[in-house]
């Protein structure tokens, strides 16, 4: 059974950090491809950063370049971190988790058949 949990959401400031955590069981990452994705109610889920399980590739979206940085645990090898610098309020919403065995014809997003984590709520706010 394939399980993907998220953590480490919850309220920070602008201009603070937060670091995500996904960790996967039932799968080996290294023949995988995950990304963290977020959705902000009224809006369509963005892939936020993405990382080729076997190479370690990465790629990112344009409003979280240079914030953001997707890595994955090498002593841990089934999870993969999202950590976030310099937030804004525009990133918040609901962070969520993905694990996919092919990748969009661009980049190292997951696509088609995804396992997907419960998402982690982010809230940037003064």
């Known amino acids: 059974q394939v399980q993907v949990v998220e953590s480490g959401g919850g309220l920070v400031q602008p201009g603070g950090s937060l670091k995500l955590s996904c960790a996967t069981s039932?799968?080996?990452?290294?023949?995988?491809?995950i990304g963290w994705f977020r959705q902000d109610p009224g809006k369509e889920r963005e892939g936020v950063a993405c990382i080729a399980g076997r190479y370690g590739t990465t790629n990112y979206a344009d409003s979280v370049k240079g914030r953001f940085t997707i890595s994955r645990n090498n002593s841990r090898r089934n999870t993969v971190y999202l950590q976030m610098n310099s937030m804004k309020p525009e990133d918040t919403a609901v962070y969520y988790c993905?694990?996919?065995?092919?990748?969009?014809?661009?980049?190292?997003?997951?696509?088609?058949?995804?396992?997907w984590g419960q998402g982690t709520q982010v809230t940037v706010s003064s």
């Open positions: 993905a694990a996919g065995m092919y990748r969009a014809s661009a980049g190292n997003c997951p696509t088609g058949r995804r396992y």
């Open positions: 039932g799968i080996t990452l290294d023949t995988y491809y």
